[in-house]
């Protein structure tokens, strides 16, 4: 008895291969033009909104100091060099008012080498007088390059101490600006408190940049590369980096993917499911068209006399769609979407 079933199916198989037609009453059965895709369902995952450390701001305070005025509110766009806020501080003058005697300082001493070295050179000075003048200059230097970079750290922009150098009078408030595009997610801030150095006080971040981070099959991550695109619904994404390690309870691997137009519709630290595409050209066709037959998938497109089977190669499923490639299917077919079992029957009864 498996003899024969096993020689049945071997001689089926041939049939098909000839594109041997159904012929018969088919009025029952329903047919649908074929429909094109460029991309093919991989499956759905969860995704969780993931924000990279360059579009996210955290703005404490720079200086002790009271806040003289706000210029945002809460969640409220923002643009880059917007200004934030101003604060202004004892401390800040103190820092400020040393950077000037030490500019001060630096000055007088350039101004003492200058007119000490030809008088060293043609030994009316002794030497050590000149070298004592050299060192106190490289003394005063050192320190008001110390000032300068504080001053930077504490909050002050470049031109603000520049102007310092320029004018030796302080400043005695900062302007605090945003560093990027995007919203004031939390503030902590209003006119005429007080704030320690480093208390926060608002955070800026650019929820556009929101990239998606997906736990993918790890048979699915060997097939994957960083800058291979792929589809996150009906929108492109790249992959931007893939995990070294493999979540050794799941057998997962963590993929960032980030949206390339537009924004990825998805919030930081957001939760929600997403279908997940390849970009490769295909058949999209309802799941019932495909059968089973011979140990291959078939489809049966309609011809003037009746059904003929093609064989097709499926790439991937979906609930209701099933993604196949094939050199024999004619982009313009009717295939049989309805009834598929009988023609299969059909089929067999024909070639008994």
Same mark, same amino acid.
């Given at each position: 008895?498996?003899?024969?079933?096993?020689?049945?199916?071997?001689?089926?198989?041939?049939?098909?291969?000839?594109?041997?037609?159904?012929?018969?009453?088919?009025?029952?059965?329903?047919?649908?033009?074929?429909?094109?895709?460029?991309?093919?369902?991989?499956?759905?995952?969860?995704?969780?909104?993931?924000?990279?450390?360059?579009?996210?701001?955290?703005?404490?305070?720079?200086?002790?100091?009271?806040?003289?005025?706000?210029?945002?509110?809460?969640?409220?766009?923002?643009?880059?060099?917007?200004?934030?806020?101003?604060?202004?501080?004892?401390?800040?003058?103190?820092?400020?008012?040393?950077?000037?005697?030490?500019?001060?300082?630096?000055?007088?001493?350039?101004?003492?080498?200058?007119?000490?070295?030809?008088?060293?050179?043609?030994?009316?000075?002794?030497?050590?007088?000149?070298?004592?003048?050299?060192?106190?200059?490289?003394?005063?230097?050192?320190?008001?390059?110390?000032?300068?970079?504080?001053?930077?750290?504490?909050?002050?922009?470049?031109?603000?101490?520049?102007?310092?150098?320029?004018?030796?009078?302080?400043?005695?408030?900062?302007?605090?600006?945003?560093?990027?595009?995007?919203?004031?997610?939390?503030?902590?801030?209003?006119?005429?408190?007080?704030?320690?150095?480093?208390?926060?006080?608002?955070?800026?971040?650019?929820?556009?940049?929101?990239?998606?981070?997906?736990?993918?099959?790890?048979?699915?991550? #060997?097939?994957?590369?960083?800058?291979?695109?792929?589809?996150?619904? =009906? @929108?492109?994404? %790249? !992959?931007? *980096?893939?995990?070294? $390690?493999?979540?050794?309870?799941?057998?997962?691997?963590?993929?960032?993917?980030?949206?390339?137009?537009?924004?990825?519709?998805?919030?930081?630290?957001?939760?929600?499911?997403?279908?997940?595409?390849?970009?490769?050209?295909?058949?999209?066709?309802?799941?019932?068209?495909?059968?089973?037959?011979?140990?291959?998938?078939?489809?049966?497109?309609?011809?003037?006399?009746?059904? #003929?089977?093609?064989?097709?190669?499926?790439?991937?499923?979906?609930? =209701? @769609?099933?993604? %196949? !490639?094939? *050199?024999?299917?004619? $982009?313009?077919?009717?295939?049989?979407?309805?009834?598929?079992?009988?023609?299969?029957?059909?089929?067999?009864?024909?070639?008994?």
């Amino acid at each position: 008895m498996r003899k024969f079933i096993v020689a049945t199916l071997f001689t089926l198989l041939p049939i098909i291969a000839s594109a041997e037609t159904v012929k018969g009453d088919t009025s029952m059965v329903k047919t649908q033009k074929v429909e094109t895709t460029e991309k093919v369902y991989m499956g759905s995952f969860l995704a969780v909104g993931y924000l990279p450390n360059d579009a996210i701001y955290r703005i404490d305070a720079p200086i002790e100091g009271v806040v003289e005025m706000v210029n945002v509110r809460i969640y409220e766009p923002v643009k880059r060099s917007k200004k934030l806020f101003v604060i202004k501080g004892p401390k800040l003058l103190e820092l400020e008012s040393e950077f000037i005697d030490t500019l001060i300082e630096m000055e007088y001493y350039e101004n003492e080498v200058k007119r000490l070295e030809p008088l060293y050179k043609a030994a009316v000075v002794a030497k050590k007088r000149y070298l004592e003048a050299k060192n106190m200059l490289a003394k005063f230097e050192t320190k008001s390059m110390f000032y300068y970079h504080l001053l930077l750290e504490w909050g002050l922009k470049k031109s603000e101490v520049d102007s310092i150098v320029k004018s030796k009078k302080p400043l005695p408030k900062i302007t605090i600006i945003s560093p990027i595009d995007g919203i004031v997610s939390d503030m902590n801030i209003y006119p005429k408190m007080y704030a320690e150095r480093g208390t926060h006080l608002m955070t800026i971040l650019n929820p556009d940049r929101v990239h998606y981070e997906v736990a993918l099959p790890l048979k699915i991550t #060997k097939s994957l590369k960083p800058g291979m695109r792929l589809f996150v619904d =009906d @929108k492109e994404a %790249v !992959i931007e *980096s893939i995990s070294a $390690t493999v979540n050794s309870r799941t057998q997962t691997v963590a993929v960032h993917l980030k949206p390339i137009r537009g924004n990825s519709a998805i919030l930081p630290d957001e939760k929600r499911n997403i279908k997940l595409y390849w970009p490769k050209k295909a058949f999209s066709l309802p799941a019932n068209s495909v059968i089973e037959y011979g140990g291959k998938e078939v489809v049966f497109v309609k011809t003037g006399s009746g059904f #003929k089977p093609i064989f097709v190669t499926v790439l991937g499923r979906s609930s =209701d @769609k099933v993604y %196949v !490639i094939s *050199s024999n299917l004619p $982009t313009d077919a009717n295939i049989a979407v309805s009834g598929v079992i009988a023609l299969k029957g059909a089929m067999e009864a024909q070639n008994d």
